[in-house]
């Protein structure tokens, strides 16, 4: 969830308040914040929302492509991601945190086909008036054998959003009289409601392809959201429909020795107006490839990039047997560095998979995974 104020704000009373110059621009900017957050929340009409996104997007396969459920290594997936955005630049920060679980529902003999099912939740949330948005997913997926080496998944998925803020926390431009805040004065601001809900709709097709002697392997595709655009306004009078996200991605993994892979992903994002691309890489290296003692390291660095620039990305994932755990931090260059000094936020993903030993009388071991 991001937001563009499109419209300017209204000039405030604080400014006629004087006072020695340095204090003065410290007041006016830190009041003209809160005002910008003010207004971004309340008013649906000049406003562009956007669903959230991640720099390890990889670690949150649901969110990407609902393809992807289920398209792992494991008979059952956990993960979970949090992200926090400008801590040291905002009042209340951007704050992310998704969880979600998946599972295999294999055929009985079929060993060329089967379906997943997955479950996602998230919040996301900022600002003095935390502005924020709660969600709940269901996603569905098919994926056929068409080789022993490769696989196509088709997938879909519902999900039910509440979005919120909270007046407690906000300010607004009438409540400076004479220079000085009063916060017993009216603000004169009427709302309908405080929360809105709405249901959204997506779908995504996955290509799978793996080496069958080697760790070589590759995921490409892309999904759909808010096939619907769904009306997100606080407003009965004012429409606010959530534009289609539109995501694209490839995620290559190439044995390079025995116990070195590189592992490349890039990804695109595209919602209304705007665009969203990141790439980068990294060099894993496996310390152990003990069957069920698995271990590696991979340093990694990407490239997150707009008609801002935006952040450079570096990272460090350990896996152990079925844990997984990723670091990433932010690192702005965009036009916003000189608010942020550069700092963008931290990123933790987490995984853990859960493989079950199968009865070879009824099913059939796959091991494209």
Request: net charge positive; with cysteine; charged share 15%.
């Amino acid at each position: 969830m991001r937001f563009f104020l499109k419209t300017p704000l209204p000039q405030s009373r604080f400014m006629k308040f004087t006072q020695p110059e340095p204090i003065l621009k410290r007041t006016c900017m830190n009041t003209l914040m809160r005002l910008c957050v003010g207004v971004a929340f309340l008013y649906a009409w000049p406003l562009f929302s956007q669903d959230i996104h991640f720099s390890q997007y990889y670690h949150a396969p649901q969110h990407l492509n609902p393809a992807l459920t289920a398209i792992n290594s494991g008979d059952i997936s956990f993960t979970a991601n949090y992200r926090s955005q400008w801590r040291s630049s905002l009042y209340e920060p951007y704050t992310t945190a998704f969880v979600s679980a998946d599972n295999k529902f294999y055929l009985r003999k079929k060993d060329n086909q089967f379906f997943g099912g997955g479950l996602m939740i998230y919040y996301d949330g900022a600002g003095d008036g935390n502005l924020n948005v709660a969600q709940i997913g269901l996603s569905g997926s098919y994926t056929y054998l068409i080789s022993k080496g490769s696989a196509f998944t088709l997938g879909l998925q519902a999900s039910f959003s509440q979005r919120a803020f909270n007046l407690d926390g906000l300010t607004f431009d009438n409540q400076y009289v004479d220079g000085a805040f009063d916060p017993d004065q009216l603000t004169s601001e009427a709302f309908q409601d405080l929360r809105s809900y709405f249901p959204a709709f997506g779908a995504g097709i996955n290509y799978h392809g793996k080496s069958l002697n080697k760790r070589t392997r590759i995921d490409l595709g892309g999904g759909a959201f808010n096939l619907n655009q769904p009306d997100q306004s606080f407003r009965d009078d004012v429409k606010s429909p959530l534009p289609m996200r539109f995501t694209l991605y490839l995620m290559p993994t190439i044995q390079l020795l025995s116990h070195l892979d590189l592992a490349l992903s890039g990804a695109a994002q595209f919602q209304g107006p705007y665009m969203e691309a990141l790439g980068g890489g990294g060099l894993r290296i496996h310390l152990s490839t003990k069957r069920a003692r698995e271990m590696a390291v991979m340093l990694g660095c990407a490239y997150r990039f707009n008609e801002l620039g935006d952040a450079v990305i570096p990272g460090i994932e350990f896996q152990y047997a079925g844990f997984l755990a990723g670091f990433t931090y932010d690192i702005n260059i965009s036009k916003y560095q000189a608010a942020t000094n550069r700092n963008g936020g931290p990123e933790l993903a987490v995984r853990y998979l859960i493989t079950h030993v199968k009865n070879l009388d009824e099913f059939k071991i796959c091991r494209l995974f």
